[in-house]
């Protein structure tokens, strides 16, 4: 189906083929987000969670 290519060439392709298939609100993602992501969740891990309270029997 890709006939050798990546599946990124095959859409390059295709939207320079038929540009209306292009969505023109498409921002492409922060390459730079990531990496402060995964601080953010080590670090949510890190912090200590609340004790569970227990209801007591009726």
């Not at 392709?13 to 038929?18: H, K, S, V």
């Not at 969505?23 to 993602?29: A, I, Q, T, V």
């Amino acid at each position: 189906m890709l006939k050798g290519a990546s599946p990124e060439q095959v859409v390059q392709r295709r939207l320079a083929a038929e540009s209306k298939l292009a969505n023109r609100r498409f921002k492409p993602p922060d390459p730079h987000a990531l990496p402060d992501a995964l601080q953010v969740v080590a670090r949510a891990k890190e912090v200590s969670h609340p004790d569970s309270l227990a209801l007591p029997a009726v």
